[in-house]
């Protein structure tokens, strides 16, 4: 049993993944949303299948990216938004909004109750009020505003986003659109001649030329409103429009773009209930994409098969599972329950790094462009760190770290992603690839390794305290290795914090600004080189380097949020204040250990035999016989 | 007692209560950014010998940490007198020398640079013209002789000696000027649009109209203090000639006589001037469609040099800053409706030794920690043989 063991574990890993992964098969009846979700469309300036629109959307308004109905029917995101594309009445009855704040429910004369989500009808009467408390809440810094304030602007962006997403690729509430823009097309040519007529003071057929006016009022309401740009430029290098904006243009070229019409055939088709129809006009625009922007509906289609395949969740769950069997193999079956932990790690790895390296591809970027993808980074660049001291160490130690760490810095990255799209769009002054695969990246590996060492020493002390099980062995490598991260901390803090200085003297014009992202960044700095110096000076042994190494993951955690909490400075495309509490609560655990770390020897559990074995329980003398190195 | 001196600025504990005290300084002066502003923050915690308590002038204030130049100076001292001590030429210690000597570089750097560099900026509009730079919170009390129409002789006064009842004798001026009223930031409203009871503080000019109201310091990133004061012209020869209101938010200079020449006057912000000039050709700000995250500034401006018969166009944008004599021009923002572009202009002599210091010290890392490393795995090795 033990010898297969970590053969088990992969398999069995390796089932569960393709379980979660095999596609679901789509009935032949069945609207056919997995080709649907691919389908190229533009927002917030980025080219990107409806699938990642619709779980987008869906997150902001909904807070989870799959819809459950009264009744327990589920939802995909692309179904919700199929329905609020093309079948808006039905999509209105959905309870979608998240508002949980009882003074806004209290604004409409509801009480709070178990039910936190709200369907579009039901807010209808109040859209007016909600939106001039929003409006109002809007007028503040995000910093300055009350529960009520920030739950009220939500909801009116809620809203509004939803009842933009209504009116993206045709007017909310139209019957028969496609019929309508024909009769649009077959009449310009002859409005057009009115028009034209009128100018020059003839005669002219005022039916004809109204007929189209009201219709192209209806389109401007819908270029104003749309959300979603979902007609691509027919000439290379070309803008992307959305129907509303295509249409209007329509009446100079005479000709409606053929995306515009598939759409409208598309609704009808659903609305109408006709699924083979609307998997047939699907194929046509597949088809259309496949030819005419063949790089875009490439990448689109990555797109669609990374949202499907989740590999951040799965290397998790992964990495859960092999903090655990690392953990477990302290207490026996030490080589089996540590190599397999080390395989499940390898495993996740390679679907973390999958992750990591497909963001690149979809964004051409270098892999840290945000809060979000810092955390993701700083992750992986931890475990594979990590994955090397236990290739070096082989005593589960650097397996334990891989996985807790891998696990921590995934699910932050799952709850940074609350704002929408994670894949979004740099503001000007990080456009330069150069700084952000220099600085960036040092500063990330930097809050890797600092983090690493930390969680070193952490397992230092809870093995140390509240087991037997820290030998002097184990205590001697596991200082080596957390010396060791540190030193690695310090070389890349200080090289990424002086570049960050370069970067900002070749953008901003000066070196250094006492901006509170580089004031956090040099803290990192300085407490690496105070640890070293402690260290070298003889200040500190063992123990001290652990506790040092605990108050790093206080001086970074401080470093990679804290400094965002403030709201102010150049660094001000990553602000967030939600995490506030969960910062505060960090800080105040590691404080603990550290204060746990700093109780006398004799109270830790492992040098307790220690002291009975030699049978001189002086502090000092432990000191000598334990902390020797 | 020489020794004593000796083994204290030598000492590793030295260095560590230094960083120590770095820390908490950089902690403490990062969390007042919020209330202070950078600027005020910077100045006080950073750029100051000693932190002081309390902040506002209350008539005593104690030293309670030592600020930024202090901690650095010291740290600095620290550093060169404890390699001076313990230099010796040895390979493995080439990577702690080769690290602590960029330190060095860059610390001296970073105190020159404090001390020697001016930020100022330019801001342009479409087609504008100029030969200066404006200072970006120190103002000048800008008195201008008019009278001959091909030459205009400026007198500048600095903010810092615009004080509440300073008289200004300048030898070139045929009046003393009297400061009455100094504001460092303040509100001005029409008189007619003002609370009962507000009074004017000058009585010539568009002053006798306005009433004005002290304001707490700006302390945001991108406000800054609207400067106003009250200033009487005596003429030398005897008498006065009323009292102005000169302000930042007051838009064109006001215009008096005296001596018989014409003078104008105006309270601006401080002027570099340059002996080039810069013209704005075109500014420009693309967003991403469909969203209104910014993708790109530029200014494309056209530099006029005639001393060094320098007459070209020039594209400024993010992170392709403009070096030119000894200033560098960076795209820094523009104004409302991208009517304007502003230019950041810095003179800053010692901009190269960060440079030269990161390459030294990070070399030095490198060494240093490859040098433990190989040893470590060295031992690894033989221990497991």
Redesign the interface.
Known sequence: MKRFLPGLVLLFAVSWLAANWLPHKVAKDDVDLTKFGKIPV?????VKPLDTVARNSLLIVHGKQELRLEGGRRLSAMQWLTDVLFNASAADQYPVFLVQNAEVLGLFGWEQSERKYFSFIEFSPFLKQIDEQGAQSEKLESVQRSAYQNAILNLRNALSLYQRLKNSVQPEGAENFASELEAFENSIPAAGRAASQRAAGEDFDRAKLDDVVVLIQRYERLSEMAYI?AVPPLEPNG??H?VGDSLLRSVGTGEIHPIVKQYALLGDAYRAGDHSMFNQHVDLMTAWFAKEQPNVAKRTSFEFLFNRLQPFSQSMALYVLAFLLACFSWLGWNRALNRSAFYLLLLALAIHTFGLVSRMYLQERPPVTNLYSSAIFIGWGAVIVALILER?FRDGIGAACAGAIGFITLIIAHHLAGSGDTL??????L??NI?LATHVVAITTGYSAMFLAGMLAIIYVIRGVFTRSLKKETADSLA?MTY?VV??A??FS??GT??G???A????????????KE??A??IV??C??IL??R??G?IRQRGLMIMAIFGNV?TS?SWFG?NM?????HSYGFMQKAFPWLVGFIISQLALMAIASMPLERWRSFRTASVSSRHPRKQKLETTVAGA | MWHRLVDLFTSLKLTIICLAAAMVLIFAGTLAQVHLGIHEAQQRYFQSLFVWWPPESRGFKIPVFPGGHLIGAVLLVNLIAAHLKRFRLAWRKLGIHLTHAGLIIMLAGGLFTDLFAVESHMQLAGGETKNYSEDGRGMELAVIDVTDSDLDQVTAIPDTVLRHDRTIDYWSLPFRIVVRNFYQNSRLKMLSEAEDGARPIANQGPGAMIAVQPAPRATGVDERDVTSAAIEILPKDGGSLGTWLVSDALGAPQTFSCGGRTWMIALRPARYYKPYSVTLQKFTHEKYAGTDIPKDFSSRVTLIDPERAVNRDVLIYMNHPLRYRGETYYQAGFQKDDSATILQVVHNPSFIAPYVACVIVAAGLLVQFGYHLVGFSRKRRAALA
């Open positions: 533009l927002v917030g300036g980025r740009l803008q992307w959305s070096i979004e769009m740099l503001q000007a002054v456009d330069t700084w080596r060791g030193c690695f310090t070389l200080f090289v002086v570049l200085g370069i970067w003297d070749q953008s901003w014009g000066r070196f250094w600004g006492w901006d509170p004031n956090g040099v803290l300085l407490w080189a105070i110096h402690a070298w000076g200040f001086v401080f400094v403030l709201g102010v400075g150049l």
